[in-house]
Nanobody
Framework: QVELVESGGGSVQAGGSLTLSCAAS????????MAWFRQGPGKEREGVAV???????RYAETVKGRFTISQENGENTLTLYMNSLKPEDTAKYYC??????????????????WGQGTQVTVSS
C-alpha cells in the first residue's frame, strides 16, 4: 500500500517559483514510477512530469524548461521545482504513483495511487 501526501502549494506572482513535495510511504519497490498531474479550473487532469525507477523523466511541453521533477530522501520524497510560473499554471497539483508499470507515460488511468492535491495559484 502506498500513501502520498503533497505539500508546498500556495500563491505566487507570475515569474515566481514554488516547490512542491510529495511524501510517499511504503516500499519504493512498489512505486515503479511517480508523477505530478494538475487540474485547472474547468479543465481535465493532465500530466505535468513523470520519473521512473531508472531516473528517466518526461515533461509536458507546457512546462518543459521551467519545471524539474526529482526523487529525494531515498526515493521517499517526490519534488517538483517550478520556476517562471505563469497564470496558466494555476491548478490543483496531484502526486501519483504506479505500482504496476514502468515508463514515462501520462496515462492517467494507470496510476493507482493518488494524493489529495495541493493548490497552486499564479497571479498576473
Amino acid at each position: 500500500q502506498v500513501e502520498l501526501v503533497e505539500s508546498g502549494g500556495g500563491s505566487v506572482q507570475a515569474g515566481g517559483s514554488l516547490t512542491l513535495s510529495c511524501a510517499a510511504s511504503g516500499s519504493s519497490d512498489s512505486r515503479l514510477r511517480m508523477a505530478w498531474f494538475r487540474q485547472g479550473p474547468g479543465k481535465e487532469r493532465e500530466g505535468v512530469a513523470v520519473i521512473d525507477q531508472h531516473g528517466t523523466t518526461r515533461y509536458a511541453e507546457t512546462v518543459k524548461g521551467r519545471f524539474t521533477i526529482s526523487q529525494e530522501n531515498g526515493e521517499n520524497t517526490l519534488t517538483l521545482y517550478m520556476n517562471s510560473l505563469k497564470p496558466e499554471d494555476t491548478a490543483k497539483y496531484y502526486c501519483a504513483a504506479d505500482s504496476r508499470r514502468m515508463g514515462v507515460g501520462f496515462d492517467l488511468s494507470r496510476y493507482n495511487y493518488w494524493g489529495q492535491g495541493t493548490q497552486v495559484t499564479v497571479s498576473s
